[in-house]
């Protein structure tokens, strides 16, 4: 079974009505591309407290950001699903929605490696950085083969994949840092692999391995030629 494609459903099922309206509105897909990158600013700036450290809640500023990423996710989502039902594509499209989306992976992750960063945890600021070299790779891969007419949407750590895990994972640590303030001392204050950084080191292995298998497959097509 497809899960993906079930999902995607699903999700169609759910928000069409919605595209509907954003179209009557008048909003175009690239109008909706600008709100997912402001958003990604608006997450990234909360996950710091916009910068007042001195007023710092652990839990609170996860789960915010992992909410407000989950939102610019839709956003991804509903730009190319308005693009598509109204027959609204275009080719400077899907070109700004792809550089518009690097801006947002940036962004997303200098709020990771700043978060990271205050608390002075190191491991957590080299495995997000490695998470970001994957993400990076992992579209710049599929670029480049589809340059040279090569389909290479494989690999299962896709961005719609990074965004839903680094969102939940945010908002579970957010909850748990929020209700049991106790395991704040016991976790986030830790320079190492603590719970919370275990999910990057997911992310960094993951994404990594997907660059790798969008190489390879590119490596098997070409062969096939």
């Known amino acids: 079974m497809d899960y993906k494609a079930a999902g995607q459903k699903i999700l169609y099922f759910i928000f069409d009505p919605l ?6 509105l008048g909003i175009k897909p690239n109008h909706i591309t600008v709100i997912g990158l402001l958003l990604n600013l608006l997450a990234a700036a909360h996950l710091l407290n916009y910068f007042d ?9 996860l789960l915010g950001f992992g909410f ?22 275009s080719t400077f499209g899907a070109f700004f929605d792809s550089v518009i989306d690097r801006y947002s992976e940036f962004i997303m992750f ?10 002075g945890n190191v491991t957590g600021i080299v495995l997000s950085f490695i998470a970001l070299i994957g993400s990076i790779m ?29 969102g939940l994972w945010c908002i579970l640590f957010g ?23 275990l999910g990057f080191l997911f992310l960094a292995i993951s994404t990594n391995l997907t660059a790798l298998r969008r190489v390879i497959h590119s490596e098997e097509q070409m062969n096939k030629a």
């Open 175 to 197: 909850a748990i840092y929020h209700f049991n303030p106790q395991f704040v001392d016991v976790d986030i204050y830790v320079d190492g692999l603590n719970y919370f950084t």
């Open 138 to 166: 992992v579209s710049y891969a599929r670029s480049r083969a589809e340059a040279l007419g090569i389909d290479c949407s494989v690999g299962f750590m896709q961005r719609p994949e990074r965004i839903v895990f680094i």
């Open 19 to 24: 595209v509907h309206v954003i179209k009557t």
């Open 110 to 119: 200098l709020g990771i490696l700043l978060y990271f960063n205050f608390f």
């Open 53 to 61: 450290f001195s007023e710092f809640e652990y839990g609170d500023n």
């Open 68 to 89: 407000i990423l989950g939102f610019a996710g839709l956003m991804d989502t509903m730009d190319g699903r308005l693009a598509r039902l109204y027959d609204m594509k």
